[in-house]
């Protein structure tokens, strides 16, 4: 078998330069991060854009957490004031705000929805229509977990 010397060999060295690309990609590829369960729904919150609007449910599975969508809730009531999440897009399954009808929160949450350009009939919003659904690239470049 014929031998080639290191460095003077032509496949040796596109192969050696193969591999430092490699090496190059993956030293820049995101890093996870591990948040705790309520920063990774402030984070998915955060994200969502003004004139959508996602569910609590869907909120929950985004974050890795299917099947808690009270947490969701919870963790909205929780967040401090400074990170100015956009609470306002998240509503029930349905599509519904689900603060009590004709209270302050419930009117605020219409109107600050209203603003964005989110049609609201009676505290409901089409889903068909205004529901974010982010693509993969967004779930796996934009979410750092």
Excluded: C
């Excluded at 920063?39 to 985004?62: L, Q």
Aim: charged letters at 25%; glycine letters at 4%; aromatic letters at 8%.
């Amino acid at each position: 078998m014929a031998s080639f010397p290191k460095d003077k060999s032509p496949l040796y060295r596109y192969l050696e330069k193969d591999r430092q690309d490699e090496q190059d990609l993956a030293s820049h590829q995101p890093q996870a991060v591990d948040l705790s369960p309520m920063a990774k729904i402030w984070h998915i919150v955060a994200m969502i854009p003004a004139g959508k609007i996602s569910s609590y449910g869907k909120i929950a599975d985004y974050a890795g957490l299917p099947k808690r969508a009270r947490y969701v809730s919870r963790a909205l009531k929780s967040a401090p004031e400074n990170l100015s999440l956009p609470w306002h897009r998240v509503l029930n399954s349905q599509g519904q705000i689900s603060f009590e009808k004709n209270s302050a929160a419930f009117q605020e949450q219409m109107e600050l929805l209203r603003i964005e350009g989110v049609e609201v009939n009676r505290g409901k919003v089409k889903l068909s229509e205004f529901e974010w659904r982010p693509d993969m690239a967004t779930l796996v470049m934009a979410m750092p977990f």
